[in-house]
């Protein structure tokens, strides 16, 4: 299996060119950083679910080993080593792992940060407890190889955690004309329209790959409070679904 199947290289480029700026809170990735509790806590509540932990207790994911794919700059990867788990972070875009591991570094984190795919690890033979699937599907060149691909990456009882964006004409608006075009909140053409997955698209996938989801659900940024929040009835822009390995 070559181990750049997924990889679209016009992805990977509009990334790197924004490596730089993953912990800046007012950068090129504060969508992202506004976002992101709301993603840390749907991973978090689900991983404590999945596994019967307490992140009340010290090192709660203790023992988890959990795969971080598209990691970037290790926003979703230290949260998750804060909590004990033994976390893998990677990316494609080769100008990510040094911000990362330094990130890390400099948070007295052990992450083990590098430059790989879905499919070199799993020529590696690697699996994993949990793997965080966080706004990566919908910049790859074959969703469909790539899921099942991440299967495979997954340990019996493992469980993947997956992001994306609805393709609907409400995240053409919202997602790309007012989050590239007029808020100006991400650089115009981070994200392709055509590319959105719907969620009953990624729900086949997923379970064509032999996963079974036990969890879907919306997020979406609520005006008044003008947080990021869950919705179990509004997917129609950004969503998230969980899903399991069976014996």
């Not at 700026?21 to 991973?43: A, V």
């Not at 033979?125 to 060149?141: P, S, T």
């Not at 004409?169 to 007029?182: C, D, H, M, N």
Request: with cysteine; net charge neutral; charged share 25%.
């Amino acid at each position: 299996m070559p181990t750049n199947q997924s990889i679209d290289q016009k992805e990977i480029k509009k990334f790197e060119q924004m490596a730089a700026e993953w912990w800046d809170s007012q950068g090129k990735f504060k969508p992202l950083h506004h976002m992101n509790p709301c993603r840390l806590d749907y991973i978090i509540k689900q991983i404590e679910i999945e596994f019967n932990r307490s992140t009340g207790t010290q090192n709660a994911f203790n023992g988890i080993d959990i795969l971080d794919i598209g990691c970037g700059g290790g926003l979703l990867s230290e949260p998750m080593a804060r909590l004990g788990a033994n976390v893998t972070g990677v990316d494609a875009a080769a100008k990510n792992i040094p911000i990362a591991q330094t990130h890390a570094k400099q948070s007295g984190l052990d992450i083990h940060y590098k430059v790989a795919t879905a499919e070199s690890l799993l020529k590696e033979g690697k699996q994993f407890d949990a793997i965080l699937n966080m706004e990566v599907v919908e910049h790859v060149r074959n969703p469909k190889e790539y899921i099942n691909t991440c299967a495979q990456l997954l340990k019996p009882n493992g469980i993947m955690i997956c992001s994306t964006i609805n393709r609907t004409s409400k995240s053409f608006f919202l997602a790309i004309l007012g989050a590239e075009y007029v808020l100006r909140w991400l650089p115009k053409g981070t994200h392709d329209w055509k590319k959105f997955i719907k969620p009953d698209e990624l729900l086949n996938m997923i379970s064509n790959a032999g996963l079974e989801v036990v969890d879907k659900r919306g997020f979406f940024l609520n005006p008044l409070a003008w947080e990021w929040q869950t919705s179990d009835r509004d997917m129609s822009v950004n969503y998230v679904t969980t899903s399991t390995k069976p014996v």
